[in-house]
């Protein structure tokens, strides 16, 4: 049985814990869940449901002796906890993985982690491959592009539109807004392509990785594409994901892959 604590009970934390609350991710228990004061009504909704304990201080998550921590917040709470979680002897799921897309933030992760004898669990979000480019990087990947595209509410409120003078709701037909690395383009849209960071990390880094975003009013779903080329061959992958019901920046997908994760971790079966 995987002991869990949650980080955010945001559109994406709240799906996670309606998942394992309808027995969505397996043999777990739900021993603890973490946000700001803000969200102090949700937190005693979500103990009163599954009797865990809440708290407002993030920091304190392993003190309820959790096997793993999922992080539903932001970047910011993966740079300032989850090295701590790891040092204290928790595995640790962040869903903010634009985060490790910074060298440092992924470095100071990795010690932390090999130091405790834990382990940094990535789920694949709302894209899948992830197992395939890691195939592919064995033998040797020569390139790797990520094409995203979405409505544009899905992307805004993206640092990137202030920092351009673009207003989101004047865009009336598919354009490219943005193409560089990822590492770049997580840090202009830190709650939108989470996916670039995550294709980058299984395939040939933040810096090789190619992004391409499309802002797209005629879209009703969010579309993911990767195409990679090495050694193995060619890959083209197409992802044609629903948003979710309760965000439109986030992909249905995106949150049903971390309830997936804790199932494998609980599971005698493990694929890709």
């Known amino acids: 049985m995987v002991r869990l604590a949650v980080l955010g009970v945001g559109a994406i934390g709240r799906a996670i814990l309606d998942g394992v609350a309808a027995g969505q991710a397996g043999n777990v228990t739900l021993v603890a869940v973490a946000d700001v004061a803000a969200k102090a009504a949700d937190l005693e909704r979500e103990a009163r449901r599954s009797g865990a304990a809440i708290t407002h201080e993030p920091a304190e998550l392993p003190a309820y002796a959790p096997d793993l921590i999922v992080e539903a917040a932001s970047q910011h709470a993966v740079r300032a906890y989850a090295a701590g979680w790891l040092s204290r002897g928790v595995d640790v799921a962040p869903l903010s993985v634009g985060a490790l897309a910074d060298g440092d933030v992924l470095r100071e992760l990795d010690k932390a982690a090999r130091a405790a004898g834990r382990r940094i669990h990535i789920p694949s979000g709302a894209l899948g ?46 354009i490219t807004i943005y193409e560089g690395c990822a590492a770049d383009a997580v840090q202009r849209f830190p709650a939108n392509v989470n996916v670039a960071a995550t294709v980058s990390l299984a395939g040939i880094g ?35 994901n629903a948003p979710s019901p309760t965000n439109p920046r986030t992909s249905l997908l995106a949150c049903l892959s971390p309830l997936a994760l804790i199932e494998r971790l609980g599971s005698t079966l493990q694929i890709g």
Do not use: W, Y
């Open 206 to 240: 933040p810096d090789r990785t190619c992004v391409e975003i499309v802002a797209d009013p005629e879209l009703d779903h969010n579309l993911h594409e990767i195409i990679a080329e090495g050694a193995f061959g060619r890959m083209h992958l197409t992802f044609r």
């Open 129 to 174: 491959g992830c197992d395939a480019l890691r195939a592919a990087r064995v033998g040797g990947l020569d390139s790797v592009r990520l094409r995203t595209s979405k409505p544009p509410a899905a992307l805004a409120g993206a640092p990137f539109f202030a920092e351009h003078g673009i207003d989101v709701a004047q865009i009336d037909r598919a």
